[in-house]
């Protein structure tokens, strides 16, 4: 079973918002870019996962745990009995080599190797090991989950021995893999260790880069292809450019979290959040949106907000989100008061 959610990443989510309201530079653009393809391989590990069956296991996804006094990020950890799995995900595509540590796709050297990553996260589990003192065999693989990912091999020299490759698995072989696992027993001890783990997640640790409000557009963006041409109504914005409305009400709280991913630091005022949209919603209505969904900060001389997840959706449903002028199946909640009606429709 899933333990936890699988999410994008702090810093996932700080680009792509980002992306919505400034020109990306080439450095974080190339970051976004990993980002996305990153979470789009560990997506479809997590489908093969779900295909294959986890009910016997405990699965860990997207974590960070406190080990040994240091932080280490594991993209997929498996627990069952007496046994503790440890997966990199990597969604490379393309010719790739690997000598002496070094990775190459194409002949050009990369910067980043799984190797020395999933040895470095294998070691912080030897930890826990130590300091939990629950007896548990390790295994470590890193999941080359693209199909078009090709090895051709090299290793040669590596003093860790056969050590790349030998703990790769091929896209091609994860069912066989993941069913190897599946055959484990999930008992008391499992139980046990997948307790241990929980206690020790934490939050990301690291810091997203400071943001310059100087080089972001103000104002309200179309949520589905992000113009800035937005006719702005009543109870809905339409965009100009793409015909896409969106609600006034999910527009604020959409705003109100991305300014918070940008901002992580900065009190959340109503005043912050109209200026953000250009003046487009008034302010009154912005601070009753926001008292809606934002618990407001207590004891503090200026009101201001607690935004506690960067994912609108699950805010808005929080929130109990019901606007009869939602129209986006997407966003029509087990509250709408047409879900009945829309699911009528698609049966
Ligand atoms: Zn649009």
Redesign the pocket.
Same mark, same amino acid.
């Given at each position: 079973m899933f333990v936890t959610e699988r999410n994008r990443s702090k810093h996932h989510v700080y680009f792509e918002t980002l992306s919505g309201r400034a020109e990306l530079d080439r450095k974080e653009s190339a970051d976004l870019r990993r980002h996305r393809s990153g979470y789009s391989g560990e997506c479809e590990y997590d489908a093969v996962l779900d295909a294959v069956g986890h009910d016997n296991l405990f699965v860990f996804r997207d974590i960070w745990l406190r080990i040994g006094g240091g932080e280490v990020q594991f993209d997929a950890l498996i627990v069952a009995d007496n046994v503790l799995a440890v997966n990199e995900i990597k969604n490379y595509s393309g010719n790739y080599s690997y000598e002496n540590g070094v990775w190459r796709v194409r002949g050009q050297q990369i910067s980043e190797d799984p190797v020395s990553q999933l040895s470095r996260a294998a070691g912080k589990l030897v930890k826990l090991r130590n300091e939990s003192g629950f007896p548990f065999d390790i295994e470590k693989e890193i999941v080359f989950i693209n199909p078009y990912f090709i090895f051709g091999g090299g290793e040669g020299g590596d003093s860790d021995g056969a050590g790349g490759s030998r703990h790769f698995i091929m896209r091609n072989r994860l069912k066989q893999y993941f069913r190897s696992l599946g055959n484990h027993t999930s008992g008391r001890s499992a139980k046990v260790l997948s307790e241990e783990i929980a206690g020790r997640i934490i939050a990301d640790p690291y810091p997203v880069p400071e943001t310059d409000y100087g080089r972001l557009r103000l104002g309200v963006n179309?949520?589905? +292809? #992000?113009?800035f041409d937005?006719e702005m109504k009543r109870f809905v914005s339409i +965009?100009r #450019? +793409? #015909?896409?409305a969106e609600t006034v009400e999910r527009l604020v709280v959409r705003t109100v979290v991305d300014f918070a991913v940008l901002f992580p630091g900065e009190e959340v005022t109503k005043k912050k959040i109209s200026d953000f949209l250009d003046g487009s919603v008034d302010l009154q209505r912005v601070q009753r949106l926001m008292k809606k969904y934002f618990p407001i900060v207590p004891n503090s001389s200026r009101t201001h907000y607690r935004i506690a997840d960067n994912n609108p959706v699950k805010t808005l449903k929080a929130g109990g989100y019901s606007s009869h002028y939602e129209h986006d199946p997407e966003f029509m909640f087990e509250t709408h008061p047409r879900r009945h009606k829309l699911q009528a429709n698609y049966l």
């Open positions: 179309c949520f589905r +292809c #992000g113009s937005v +965009c #450019g +793409c #015909g896409y």
